[in-house]
């Protein structure tokens, strides 16, 4: 049997998990009500402190009703921040998998269109003023 | 009298623009219902085109009701996008404009930090998905 | 029939295109003189209003022609900006078209090399300036 | 006798230098036809080998008369291509001195801002073929 | 009294803190050793789940003897890391904070010099690589 | 007979190379100990000026004991923060090679884990001094 080369180490599979990795498979699942654990998951494990970090902080700010956090934004908004980050970053992964939670959410693919512009529009303008040097003109008013 | 540097060109005072460049200061202090040229818009406008492009595609993306467009998101989701792109980016002069602006439409220091908060996680997952070369698990649902 | 997958959005074909996107659709293959829309033009058109503003921003600046407008760059030059820009980020989809279109300006492979030499140089000495964070001493010059 | 912070290493001055350092910054100095050391280089001459192999690389490329090569690209051209990659990776040091530079060369400020649009429109279309994952159109030709 | 602007957001000072907020500040300089709160923690104090989230992971990777955790790395390593990850991106406040750090381990400027050439060599032969598309050649070696 | 794209320009093989781009190869080879010219090389040898200073560099930097240079990092802690800085700015051909190499200096993959958290965590963190536009604490202390 031959298995596909998923990223530069040997992933954790569900099975091979000790117990300190499964507790946080386990948790993935219900969280995310997915019956798989994604890659990312499955590579980042190769060291567990980083697993248990990034996850402790993904379910904290994506899935704040997992640990009764109240959030300020809606799924939908958090989702598209994602997208737009790593739309800069040129993150394939990333654009793809929450491109795919952003569907889930209901986010056509006209909505998703305005989000990339936007973001497209301030990695244009961002360039534009770092290469002029402009400087700011509205530091006073942050004060107040 | 002194004057400032406030870019590596000499920006267009409202007082020296041609009447092409005029037209779009004029258009930027209505929309925008500011009674100023930002820097940003002084400086670009030393080459009229990128001026006219720039100030165009912001108009069309950021004040849609001025251009008769509907959107699909808010004012203030549509600011929070342009600063975690240019949080991304460690654009000062956008940061802090559209902080500004971010708090002109309500948006309060903690939100703002859920913002941040989320562009931060991902400017972390990007690293490490690209750092670990995770291959895409989600690429057929993309396909539906 | 299959289709293969070219985004994470289904493309808009020529043949489904609305009134409005076909209008662009068309400008796009005059004004490049080609017989066929690229996949990001197809991709973007998922949102006409992004699709217009980028091809009208991207016919202003890089078919200055096409709109009457005076260059102060060659189509070279242009092309080589486009790339260097284009491996900075690290966009795939943008290094492969626009060195395919710089190739077509009859340069060749030696001097694509001296260009992405150029753009590898600055990304050096960028990471350097910003690593020490040297304090520029040339801004009086710039202020003349 | 106090000195401003020019960095977060201490410079090393012309009358600290070693000789090997000597050697460098005589080079620098006469290549570039200018009567004092600018900031970058005392910085990075905390390491010898560092400023060595940094200064033959800008020496060759962006001085080849100083060492008998043939460049394909104008003195202007090569300047283009340093402030559009410095512009998107927002390295004030860079953009500043190079900016400078292309003045020297007669640039203007309008070619300056078509320079900086091209670039600006790059980190746009980028980061939306990467926001959409879109699969690159032109692979074969580049074959050819 | 005027208080200096130190960042978009008003920070949250030690003594107006809540009691959340104190618990980490307490932590911060009991681990740190140091009797005052760096601004960046004052800052993103705005938001305690991102204060807490952030410095729960910065605590674990970067003081690993403090949460019982075995590193790979010393001390000295993890700080080079942070300088170059820093200058690539080139955030001053980080490259600024950790350099200090840094130095504190006893890390010479000669050294933080080939920390950064290092930096910069890749920065170098990453935009050249993702310039010239080229395809890796040790994939199945990772695979064994 | 029918040769793999690997990109976006014609590889100079090894039967190809004039003598100046054979001497290159032979030193890389020699160096590296490894009886083949990696994809990277044998593309930026389209420019022999380019070849002969990036290999020049890394010879330099990354095999000081080749050119009789002192290191003050080992060889591990170099190749570290190659990956470091490769996965921060998402270069896939970099990191699949000096993730190679890493593993060949018995870098084994939660030590990898490591490093590549770190990276992580200061690619967020970077994002959010720059997204709050703190300012720095930490100046005086660097002067010293």
Same mark, same amino acid.
């Given at each position: 049997?031959?298995?596909?080369?998923?990223?530069?180490?040997?992933? !954790? *599979?569900?099975?091979?998990?000790?117990?300190?990795?499964?507790?946080?498979?386990?948790?993935?699942?219900?969280?995310?009500?997915?019956?798989? !654990?994604?890659?990312?998951?499955?590579?980042?494990?190769?060291?567990?402190?980083?697993? *248990?970090?990034?996850?402790?902080?993904?379910?904290?700010?994506?899935?704040? *009703?997992?640990?009764?956090? *109240?959030?300020?934004?809606?799924?939908?908004?958090?989702?598209? !921040?994602?997208?737009?980050?790593?739309?800069?970053?040129?993150?394939?992964?990333?654009?793809?998998?929450?491109?795919?939670?952003?569907?889930?959410?209901?986010?056509?693919?006209?909505?998703?269109?305005?989000?990339?512009?936007?973001?497209?529009?301030?990695?244009?303008?961002?360039?534009?003023?770092?290469?002029?040097?402009?400087?700011?003109?509205?530091?006073?008013?942050?004060?107040?």
């Amino acid at each position: 049997m031959t298995t596909e080369r998923i990223a530069t180490v040997a992933p !954790i *599979e569900e099975d091979q998990a000790s117990e300190r990795v499964s507790a946080v498979y386990n948790d993935i699942k219900s969280t995310k009500q997915i019956d798989f !654990i994604p890659n990312f998951w499955k590579v980042i494990a190769v060291n567990p402190d980083l697993l *248990e970090q990034v996850w402790g902080q993904l379910k904290t700010l994506m899935h704040p *009703e997992a640990v009764g956090r *109240e959030s300020n934004l809606t799924p939908a908004i958090r989702e598209m !921040i994602a997208v737009a980050v790593s739309a800069t970053n040129g993150c394939s992964y990333c654009v793809n998998s929450h491109t795919a939670i952003l569907k889930k959410h209901g986010v056509d693919d006209e909505t998703l269109g305005e989000v990339l512009a936007i973001a497209g529009l301030f990695n244009q303008t961002n360039s534009l003023a770092d290469g002029f040097q402009v400087v700011s003109d509205v530091l006073p008013r942050l004060d107040a």
